[in-house]
């Protein structure tokens, strides 16, 4: 029998096909500055780790988080540095931290530990450590959390 008929990307025929860059807006920067960028909030976010504050670390951290095909050095610094917030954080202290942030940075939590499950064995990413987080985040930000972050075409 002949499956080679299984291995046409029918897509490429069809003129309406949706490109993801037709479902939403580039990052418009360029990524040398998202990087230097990333870098920059990777060095607040210790200083604030210094100073205990946890709440203005994680706030930094997902403030502008980078996005787009061509950013992905920026990304996994970006993985990295909130990964170590969440490491260092106590369970106690996790639902006043997720509630201090705003709709719109806890939905960009959810988005990255979904990215952080999505890579286990990588770095000082712990499983039981973002289930917690993911548990906690749900709780106080509700399943509309998850919704729309599966729903959201930028990834980080």
């Known amino acids: 029998m002949d499956y080679a008929f299984r291995k046409i990307d029918i897509d490429a025929y069809?003129?309406?096909?949706?490109?993801?860059?037709?479902?939403?807006?580039?990052?418009?920067?360029d990524p040398a500055q998202v990087l230097d960028e990333a870098k920059q909030r990777q060095a607040a976010v210790r200083s604030?780790?210094?100073k205990n504050d946890v709440s203005e670390a994680l706030t930094i951290a997902l403030e502008n988080a980078p996005y787009g095909p061509n950013?992905?050095?920026?990304?996994?610094?970006?993985?990295?540095?909130?990964?170590?917030?969440?490491?260092?954080t106590k369970s106690?202290?996790?639902?006043a931290?997720?509630?201090?942030?705003?709709?719109?940075?806890?939905?960009?939590?959810?988005?990255?530990?979904?990215?952080?499950?999505?890579?286990?064995?990588?770095?000082?990413?712990?499983?039981?450590t973002?289930?917690?987080?993911?548990?906690?985040?749900t709780e106080v930000a509700g399943t509309g959390c998850i919704v729309r972050t599966m729903t959201d075409r930028r990834t980080v």
């Open 97 to 128: 931290v997720i509630r201090s942030l705003p709709q719109d940075a806890q939905d960009t939590l959810m988005k990255y530990i979904y990215k952080g499950m999505a890579m286990p064995g990588w770095g000082d990413v712990n499983s039981a």
């Open 14 to 29: 069809d003129e309406d096909v949706i490109q993801d860059s037709e479902l939403y807006e580039a990052d418009p920067r």
């Open 71 to 88: 950013v992905e050095d920026a990304k996994t610094l970006t993985l990295h540095t909130i990964v170590m917030i969440l490491n260092t």
């Open 130 to 137: 973002l289930l917690g987080w993911h548990e906690k985040l």
């Open 48 to 50: 604030a780790l210094a």
């Open 92 to 95: 106690s202290e996790i639902p």
